[in-house]
């Protein structure tokens, strides 16, 4: 499985690519919504998209309305990882077509949680 690390912060990239390639997950990266576009119009085109709300260029919501309007996109699973935790933001990424959405700072073993509960990992990978 692929997993594409969609955040301006190369500190969260890493953190982020740390937790899932120790889940058996192949990483791609990019720096704002804009460059995974471009990525998945080149064909790049994840299981799993772990998206920041806050990023220049092209936002997070504006990402995940933007794959949503894709039919070819519609099976990967977008999960919105952000400082933004108002409620109201929550339900606009939900409602917009995000998977699970997780609260910065987060623990890794939040990410991993939200993943067996989205059935990207099986139980028997969590050690």
């Known amino acids: ?3 594409m690390i969609i955040d301006d912060s190369r500190a969260m990239r890493s953190i982020l690519r740390r937790i899932v390639a120790g889940l ?17 119009e080149a064909g790049d085109v994840p299981d799993l998209c772990l998206v920041d709300w ?3 260029v092209m936002d997070g919501y504006t990402f995940i309305t933007r794959v949503r309007a894709n039919r070819d996109w519609r099976g990967v699973t977008l999960m919105m990882v952000t400082t933004e935790s108002e409620q109201g933001q929550i339900v606009k ?3 917009a077509g ?3 959405y997780v ?8 990410i991993v949680e939200k993943l067996e509960l989205l059935g990207l990992i099986p139980q028997e990978d969590v050690a």
């Open 24 to 40: 058996h997950f192949e990483t791609l990266e990019a720096g704002n919504g804009q460059e995974a576009l471009d990525l998945f």
């Open 98 to 100: 995000a998977h699970e």
């Open 1 to 3: 499985m692929r997993a």
């Open 93 to 95: 990424a939900l409602a």
């Open 103 to 110: 609260i910065k700072p987060f623990t890794p073993d939040a």
């Open 54 to 56: 806050n990023m220049p």
